[in-house]
């Protein structure tokens, strides 16, 4: 959320959620973390910085350069693991990383969050250039055919609850509904790691009346055949629900034959 500053303001100043993002990532304990919206952080933070912070040995943060949001909105990864190489890959208007495993490629992902068609293309972008087996990860600011009934029926009461906010978020939400970049994925042989509905957003956090548990799903992790990802949960509690307006998504992954 806004890299941890107070804001998406260029002299915006950094906030206590920056030292509750490193309790988070104590907390979940990954060998791999990837993180949306690192606003900032490529120009205030060092490789070292955060090697310092987060106690990860391999990091790389980058800038989406998506001339249509804010260019120094990025992402990051933090691991642990032995990586081959960290890349940049373009996915049609903005940048991800591409991080180069044993046997496996992560790709850390942070879709539009305007257009399910610049969705589409970043996602069809990023598929082109794949190399499997693979994982693709983080907030795809969409949903799934699956998720549909279930924000159909809590939508509303969200909506009695903060009409003006819902009159602005209507028109995204209504394209977020075609599930276009989920329907790609799994086209292309990218399964949906979660077997039950596990809604992500919003925390506490999010500038809305009455919300108390999340029921919305636009954080996934996908992944080709060949590798297996389990143990799915969607942290919460008070320092979840204090660091960000997403609560996180922690799976244990393997990525050989069994």
């Given at each position: 959320m806004s890299?941890?500053?107070?804001s998406y303001a260029q002299d915006a100043k950094l906030t206590a959620r920056y030292e509750l993002l490193k309790k988070a990532v104590k907390a979940v304990d990954?060998?791999?973390v990837g993180l949306a919206d690192t606003f900032k952080w490529k120009e205030t933070f060092s490789p070292s910085d955060l090697r310092?912070?987060?106690?990860?040995?391999?990091?790389?943060?980058?800038d989406m350069e998506d001339t249509r949001v804010e260019s120094n909105i990025g992402v990051?990864?933090?691991t642990n693991l032995d990586v081959q190489g960290f890349n940049t890959t373009?996915?049609?208007?903005?940048n991800c990383i591409e991080t180069k495993l044993n046997g496996l490629t992560v790709y850390t992902c942070y879709l539009d969050d305007i257009s399910e068609d610049t969705r589409l293309f970043q996602i069809k972008s990023l598929l082109s250039q794949t190399a499997e087996p693979a994982?693709?990860?983080?907030?795809?600011?969409?949903?799934?055919?699956?998720?549909?009934l279930t924000v159909d029926r809590i939508s509303p009461s969200f909506e009695e609850a903060n009409p003006g906010l819902s009159a602005k978020l209507k028109p995204i939400i209504e394209d977020m509904r075609r599930c276009a970049v989920v329907d790609e994925l799994t086209t292309c042989g990218f399964?949906?790691?979660?077997?039950?509905?596990m809604p992500t957003m919003p925390t506490k956090l999010f500038p809305a009346t009455g919300v108390n548990e999340p029921f919305l799903r636009v954080d996934y992790?996908?992944?080709?055949?060949?590798?297996?990802?389990?143990?799915?949960?969607?942290?919460?509690?008070?320092?979840?629900d204090e660091v960000s307006d997403h609560f996180p998504l922690v799976a244990a992954v393997t990525a050989e034959d069994r």
């Open positions: 890299g941890c500053y107070e990954a060998d791999f310092r912070d987060f106690d990860y040995k391999n990091i790389f943060l980058i990051a990864v933090m373009r996915a049609f208007n903005r994982i693709i990860h983080g907030d795809l600011n969409t949903f799934s055919k699956e998720d549909l399964k949906d790691s979660a077997e039950k509905w992790i996908f992944h080709t055949a060949g590798v297996f990802v389990e143990d799915l949960t969607v942290p919460k509690g008070d320092l979840f």
